[in-house]
């Protein structure tokens, strides 16, 4: 592999991280039933660990659910969000969620203030380190 890929590969995972880790401070900013006990270093394995469990369970649970998502119109999804970022919650202590509708609009923020950084912060910033020939 050469050396340009692997560094665009790291560069790729390391700005998903930290927009992640973004996207939970303004989610606890704005969601009242959410908490990161910490600091910098919190949210950074929270973001880790969201990502994680997103990225190996998220895909086999997706699968698994796909009738219900069919049926629900997609709805489910947001559900399977939700149990994803509780998951994540239940294995990381810093991390406190007070209940299920406050992990169901924590997770759709997420996922909404993640997709925004990533689109006006995350992908320029990729494109200027020439991590992407698009």
Known sequence: MPPYVAVSFLVRVLLSWIVVALAFVVTVRLVPGIQVQGGVTAYLLVA???????GILGPILRLLTLPISVLTLGLF??????????????????LTIDGFWSAFIGAILIGLVSWVLTTFLAGPIERALGGSQS
């Open 77 to 94: 999804l947001l559900v399977l969000n939700a149990l994803l970022l509780a998951l994540s919650a239940w294995l990381v202590p810093a």
């Open 48 to 54: 880790a660990v969201f990502g994680l469990v997103n």
